[in-house]
């Protein structure tokens, strides 16, 4: 029971050490990418992000159902492009925030 607890611990402290979130930076790297893989990886990143605000209750977000992941990217990646100062921060609040400013529910 104790080399359990120990394991459990162990591997506790070893995710708290790994756990960071993805920048802007990072995330408009992918989408610039000349690998359609890493591409796709950055679009379904936001797709991610856009289906839990979705999932939200009282979402500050309202879409269409027939918009398209990459009109979505388009957005993001242009707002990223116009404000570099965006690069620093976490890559799912800037999505958020882009997705706010174009899908505003009025």
Request: hydrophobic content about 45%.
């Amino acid at each position: 029971m104790a080399g359990l607890l120990i394991s459990v611990l162990s591997n506790q402290a070893f995710a708290a050490k790994s756990t960071r979130f993805l920048t802007a930076s990072e995330l408009q790297a992918s989408l610039l990418s000349e690998s359609e893989t890493i591409r796709f990886n950055g679009r379904n990143y936001i797709m991610g992000v856009v289906d839990t605000l979705m999932l939200t209750k009282s979402s500050p977000v309202c879409m269409n159902e027939k918009t398209e992941i990459n009109t979505i990217t388009d957005l993001v990646r242009l707002q990223m492009q116009q404000r570099p100062d965006l690069l620093r921060y976490n890559a799912a609040s800037v999505v958020r925030e882009v997705m706010v400013a174009n899908f505003p529910c009025v």
